[in-house]
């Protein structure tokens, strides 16, 4: 994902850049929580659709 796919919004307003680069931060961050979560063969907890989940690695 790049920055320039999430400069503006459907109104047409500029973002921050700052929230841009955090997004795409957090977004790495997960992934390599789901990769570390996979090779210990634990699951992660997330907050998905208003509750709070725990997803499984797919090798279980």
């Known amino acids: 994902m790049s920055a320039k ?15 841009i680069n955090a997004e ?10 789901r990769q570390r979560a996979q090779q210990a063969g634990v699951g992660v907890i997330v ?9 499984q690695p797919d090798h279980l």
């Open 5 to 19: 796919k999430l400069d503006s919004t459907a109104g047409g307003k500029k973002r921050d850049p700052d929230f």
């Open 47 to 55: 907050l998905q659709d208003g509750k709070i989940m725990e997803e």
């Open 24 to 33: 795409i931060a957090l977004k790495r961050a997960a992934r390599k929580a």
